[in-house]
């Protein structure tokens, strides 16, 4: 088979979560099983900055944004394409180079915001990567749409059918959900830069109470729908977390899957990673993390203590993160002089890293903060912590605690969408069974939250037995791209069997 993926974000080109992830790794696995894979997505500054060797290409076009695009009026946009390649492999990854779109500090907007022209640079972006794909010559048979950014794809392949030499009778279109919250909702004045007549927006394509949204059109238009977590498939048909789609998914719960992420294992390899100041594994993790305590203590300026129980936090800056719980919670531990050190990698909303600049400030000894991102860091802070506190509101998949579980850092989560899927709490009977692997927070607030890490620090240093346990169920599970690799292949060999509507 010959797959397409659409996406914003890729490791190691541009990350502002796990859709990076996802689009930096499937697509590799999925080459691996003997398919034809290759990436395309915008040239953000990040993806200059990366630090790979891009080439250029003789290919340029003009993409007319407007209500005359087909016929070749309104405005038109160029844009190069350039190449490079998924590192560690010979996947082709087309970027589509428009610096008045791209060439920005950010991928969507500032901390007090969204970019103001977002409809237009991902309606240009969704155009664009129709004539990319056009442009790659290449016999089509999925085209594998990655969140709102790409969502407009799957209409413009069943309205332009006759339009693209490479839209044939096998050619289907795949939507995955990365989190439903994002979902690039304009208003309907946008909609002529699509290029489309008006007949299109209406409720089975286009428009969503009056207005654009992106991912909607993108759920209504795809011949199949994915989510990253079977958990969270289900959950996103529920009012309470269909974030207003749940009618739209519940429609669609006939091709509606929910297949779990997978992690790079050759990446997140505490037995090999080279960003640890020493490795380790399964049967030396003691050792191992209690040296990269140490480094990391020492990098923010922390007491230095192997004792010292370490809780780290890598991700997003957001409410859906449940920063509303952590923040009161961190706090209190730092008021009180609780014996515990705080580790915290992220960048998002503005209030929140405020509020985090200003504690860090205030207890330098007790808790190390970096704001923006740092891969480098964010292996490191995977390994040296003993616990990982991850209380999402809602969670489509998570990676991080993934990479917790494999680096002997036992998460603390809330049982919500994939974190229930890959998280097993720690109970007497989970316990008698050998299937603990991290601790629920019971009520989803700031006490429950502080409950949760309390009981997990007396298991740490009173039922040190029990603890090693934990550590191991998770080091030793597979949580690699295999398996899910594997699924998606089936999924896309039944999705082309679908005759088309």
């Not at 969670?395 to 917790?404: A, F, K, V």
Request: hydrophobic content about 40%; charged content about 20%; some cysteine.
């Amino acid at each position: 088979m010959n797959i397409v993926y659409l996406t914003t974000e890729a490791v190691p080109f541009a990350k502002t979560g796990g859709l990076a992830d996802v689009c930096g790794t499937l697509p590799k696995r999925i080459a691996d099983l003997g398919h034809q894979a290759a990436v395309i997505m915008p040239a953000f500054r990040s993806v200059h900055q990366a630090g790979i060797p891009i080439k250029t290409t003789n290919i340029s076009f003009a993409i007319p944004l407007g209500p005359e695009n087909i016929a070749g009026a309104g405005k038109l946009v160029g844009a190069r394409l350039l190449t490079t390649t998924l590192p560690d492999s010979d996947v082709p990854v087309w970027l589509i180079d428009q610096p008045q779109y791209f060439d920005r500090d950010s991928l969507y907007g500032t901390p007090a915001g969204d970019y103001p022209d977002n409809a237009e640079r991902f309606i240009f972006f969704c155009r664009a990567a129709m004539q990319v794909i056009a442009r790659m010559d290449w016999s089509v048979d999925i085209v594998h749409c990655n969140d709102w950014q790409t969502g407009l794809v799957p209409a413009f392949i069943k309205a332009e059918s006759d339009r693209w030499s490479w839209i044939g009778p096998q050619t289907k279109s795949i939507m995955t959900v990365h989190n439903l919250a994002y979902q690039g909702q304009f208003d309907k004045s946008v909609f002529p830069m699509t290029g489309l007549d008006w007949r299109h927006f209406n409720k089975d394509e286009f428009e969503y109470y009056d207005q654009v949204n992106f991912l909607k059109t993108g759920l209504v238009t795809a011949d199949q729908i994915t989510t990253v977590s079977p958990r969270y498939s289900q959950e996103i048909r529920t009012p309470q977390e269909g974030c207003g789609l749940n009618e739209v998914l519940s429609t669609a719960s006939d091709r509606l899957t929910g297949i779990i992420n997978g992690i790079d294992v050759n990446v997140w390899n505490p037995k090999l990673d080279p960003h640890l100041i020493t490795n380790f594994d399964v049967d030396d993790w003691q050792a191992g993390k209690s040296l990269n305590k140490l480094a990391l203590q020492h990098h923010f300026g922390m007491q230095e203590s192997r004792d010292v129980p370490l809780i780290g936090l890598v991700g997003r800056l957001a409410s859906q993160k449940g920063w509303d719980m952590i923040l009161p919670v961190l706090r209190r531990h730092l008021a009180e002089k609780r014996p515990t050190q705080w580790v915290v990698l992220g960048s998002g909303e503005e209030q929140y890293e405020e509020e985090l600049l200003a504690l860090a400030k205030e207890y330098p000894g007790q808790f190390g903060l970096h704001v923006g991102f740092s891969d480098k860091l964010a292996h490191q802070i995977e390994a040296a912590s003993d616990v990982f506190v991850m209380p999402s509101h809602y969670e489509p998949c998570g990676l991080n605690q993934l990479y917790s579980l494999r680096y002997g850092t036992v998460p603390i989560v809330t049982p919500t969408g994939g974190l229930a899927d890959t998280v097993v709490d720690c109970n007497e009977e989970t316990i008698k069974l050998g299937t603990a692997s991290g601790f629920y927070v019971e009520s989803i607030d700031a006490d429950g939250l502080d409950a949760a890490i309390n009981r997990a620090m007396e298991t740490r240093y009173h039922r040190p037995d029990v603890w090693a346990q934990l550590v191991a169920a998770g080091m030793n599970q597979d949580w690699s791209w295999t398996h899910s690799a594997k699924e998606y292949v089936k999924l896309y060999e039944q999705t082309l069997t679908l005759k088309r509507n």
